[in-house]
């Protein structure tokens, strides 16, 4: 059912046997019971093997962005909608529930937040999730010192989130130069998403108007997708899985938040002159 986009409960009942509603109930529950599953296949790295992703960070690219500690996405999720209900209508003009990923250097999930509405901009989901909440207390808990998260140009520059420059037309060299190798790095979300897609087709669009079903169906494939991973199990990439349209500038907070914008800008131009 996950790996087939199209399959139907009554085709899955027929082939094993069952009625359409029990093949219904099975995939329900299953898919519950996998996505229980999440504090263990879904972790967070710490000690060792947060050391260990800084290592394959650094040596994932010949130039290496310094510091990279994980990165960050969206991704939409098709659900069904009404035409009546905007809440839910993306800027693609289709039903959707977002998914923020945040994956190590391997292209694992190690957090994962579903369930905003796709007519959601990326940074609002990002600043509404439980792993910014945390890190906003404090950042040297969550990811090691002098280490960053990976974000686009969607999300909002921080201490412990670099960002893309702007490209305005009048960018000097260091900073075109931090770009390319930030996007070179970031890239790594952007193949997982593909792999998860292109691995779980449902995922292309799940008809059910149950938000609490979709979230439960996204964290059970991106579980299924860790332990593959483990195992190095070949998958096929979607190519269609890039949410690149969705993802527009955001403006640079300020008021209550001056130092710390401050900070984040200095801490950037710092990296971008000594690449």
Same mark, same amino acid.
């Given at each position: 059912?996950?790996?087939?986009?199209?399959?139907?409960?009554?085709q899955t009942?027929?082939?094993?046997?069952?009625?359409?509603?029990?093949?219904?109930?099975?995939?329900?529950?299953?898919?519950?019971?996998?996505?229980?599953?999440?504090?263990?296949?879904?972790?967070?790295?710490?000690?060792l093997a947060?050391?260990?992703? &800084? #290592?394959? @960070?650094?040596?994932?690219?010949?130039?290496?962005?310094?510091? /990279?500690?994980? =990165?960050?996405?969206?991704? %939409?999720?098709?659900?069904?909608?009404?035409?009546?209900?905007?809440?839910?209508?993306?800027?693609?003009?289709?039903?959707?529930?977002?998914?923020?990923?945040?994956?190590?250097?391997?292209?694992?999930? &190690? #957090?994962? @937040?579903?369930?905003?509405?796709?007519?959601?901009?990326?940074? /609002?989901?990002? =600043?509404?999730?439980?792993? %910014?909440?945390?890190?906003?207390?404090?950042?040297?808990?969550?990811?090691?010192?002098?280490?960053?998260?990976?974000?686009?140009?969607?999300?909002?520059?921080?201490?412990?989130?670099?960002?893309?420059?702007?490209?305005?037309?009048?960018?000097?060299?260091?900073?075109?130069?931090?770009?390319?190798?930030?996007?070179?790095?970031?890239?790594?979300?952007?193949?997982?998403?593909?792999?998860?897609?292109?691995?779980?087709?449902?995922?292309?669009?799940?008809?059910?108007?149950?938000?609490?079903?979709?979230?439960?169906?996204?964290?059970?494939?991106?579980?299924?997708?860790?332990?593959?991973?483990?195992?190095?199990?070949?998958?096929?990439?979607?190519?269609?899985a890039d949410?690149?349209?969705?993802?527009?500038?955001?403006?640079?907070?300020?008021?209550?938040?001056?130092?710390?914008?401050?900070?984040?800008?200095?801490?950037?131009?710092?990296?971008?002159?000594?690449?």
């Amino acid at each position: 059912m996950l790996a087939n986009e199209k399959e139907t409960y009554r085709q899955t009942g027929e082939r094993f046997g069952i009625s359409e509603s029990t093949a219904f109930r099975v995939f329900k529950s299953t898919i519950s019971s996998i996505s229980n599953l999440e504090e263990k296949y879904i972790v967070w790295p710490t000690e060792l093997a947060a050391q260990r992703n &800084i #290592n394959g @960070f650094y040596n994932l690219r010949k130039v290496p962005f310094p510091g /990279a500690f994980c =990165v960050v996405d969206c991704s %939409h999720i098709r659900i069904n909608g009404s035409l009546s209900d905007n809440s839910y209508l993306n800027r693609n003009h289709y039903h959707s529930v977002i998914i923020q990923g945040i994956c190590d250097f391997e292209g694992k999930f &190690i #957090n994962v @937040f579903v369930g905003y509405p796709g007519s959601s901009h990326d940074a /609002a989901v990002w =600043v509404n999730s439980p792993v %910014h909440k945390q890190l906003m207390q404090n950042h040297y808990e969550v990811i090691p010192p002098n280490c960053f998260i990976l974000g686009d140009s969607a999300y909002p520059l921080s201490e412990f989130l670099m960002k893309p420059y702007r490209d305005n037309g009048h960018l000097e060299l260091h900073q075109k130069k931090f770009n390319t190798i930030l996007s070179s790095s970031r890239v790594v979300i952007e193949q997982a998403f593909g792999s998860l897609k292109g691995r779980f087709r449902r995922l292309k669009g799940i008809e059910t108007l149950c938000v609490e079903a979709v979230s439960k169906t996204v964290i059970a494939a991106c579980i299924i997708h860790n332990m593959c991973s483990d195992s190095d199990q070949d998958f096929e990439v979607d190519d269609l899985a890039d949410d690149s349209f969705f993802n527009f500038e955001a403006e640079e907070h300020s008021n209550s938040r001056t130092t710390r914008a401050s900070d984040a800008l200095a801490i950037r131009d710092s990296i971008a002159k000594n690449l």
